[in-house]
């Protein structure tokens, strides 16, 4: 069991290796600078340092609590970097136009991540929870949310808020989840400020890794009701993205 103590330690080093690998990717920008510059919503330059160093850090502190919870962190990071730096010049959205292409036989950087992030979450419940059900559901809110986060990323700050919103009651609760809890929004908390002043953003990169691991700390700590709960909302969620990244662009997360 992880009490609260416990969870202080994820927490700081999430932080911690955020901060520290923004840092060193702001100073070396592997590739060259332009390769890390995106254009926001508002026609900004930001850089997206922020979005690899999260996934690391995310992975790294939830991978000390469960080892399965880091590599699922890892693996929706790394899928969403796929889809940041293959589909960067992508118009569709949402995994509706994806699996639409997927029929007329593209496959989309968008499916490619859709996929692997959902063999990710399944993978991490399976070694999450130990009877079917409950792995079966597990698995669907890993990657649920992971996608559920990645629809609020749509203006700075929204994603890495909500992970703080939703992650820091169950990060200050006793119990398996809290550490894994703990790990997000160490991660979250310490990129919002940069994300909130357009200075970076997190992208897919960021999001899915961030909402990978606030779906582990759900399915590590809760009981089937709570998972049963979790896994319909984050599929109705799916299921009205567009609605759900609307709400994001309007207001707050």
């Known amino acids: 069991m992880v009490n609260r103590t ?3 330690v994820p927490f700081v ?3 911690g290796a955020a901060r520290a690998v923004t840092a060193a990717l702001r100073a070396k920008a592997p590739g060259g600078r332009a ?5 926001n919503h508002a026609g900004r330059t930001v850089g997206l340092y922020a979005g690899p160093a999260t996934a690391l850090a995310a992975a790294a502190g939830a991978g000390r609590v469960r080892p ?3 590599l699922a962190v890892l693996a929706a990071g790394a899928c969403g970097a796929y889809d940041d730096v293959v589909g960067a010049g992508d118009p569709r959205r949402g995994f509706r136009a994806h699996l639409t292409a997927l029929r007329h036989g593209e496959v989309t950087s968008g499916a490619v991540k859709l996929f692997g992030v959902c ?3 399944l993978l991490a419940g399976a070694r999450l929870r130990k009877r079917p059900l409950d792995r079966l559901l597990a698995g669907v809110v890993v990657a649920g949310t992971a996608h559920f986060v990645n629809l609020l990323d ?5 994603a890495a808020g909500a992970v703080l919103a ?3 009651p169950q990060a200050l609760r006793s119990g398996p989840g809290a550490g894994l809890a703990a790990a997000a929004t160490g991660a979250a908390a310490a990129v919002l400020p940069d994300d909130l002043g357009e200075r970076t953003m997190i992208g897919d990169t960021g999001a899915h890794a961030l909402g990978a691991a606030l779906g582990a700390a759900v399915a590590a700590g809760g009981g089937r009701a709570r998972l049963a709960a979790c896994a319909a909302a984050v599929v109705a969620a799916a299921v009205c993205g567009e609605r759900v990244s609307g709400l994001a662009r309007g207001g707050g997360a």
């Open 119 to 121: 063999a990710a979450g």
């Open 6 to 8: 416990s969870a202080v």
């Open 68 to 70: 399965a919870a880091g």
């Open 35 to 39: 390769r890390w510059e995106r254009e």
């Open 13 to 15: 080093l999430s932080a």
């Open 166 to 168: 939703l992650g820091a």
């Open 154 to 158: 749509v203006r700075p700050g929204r």
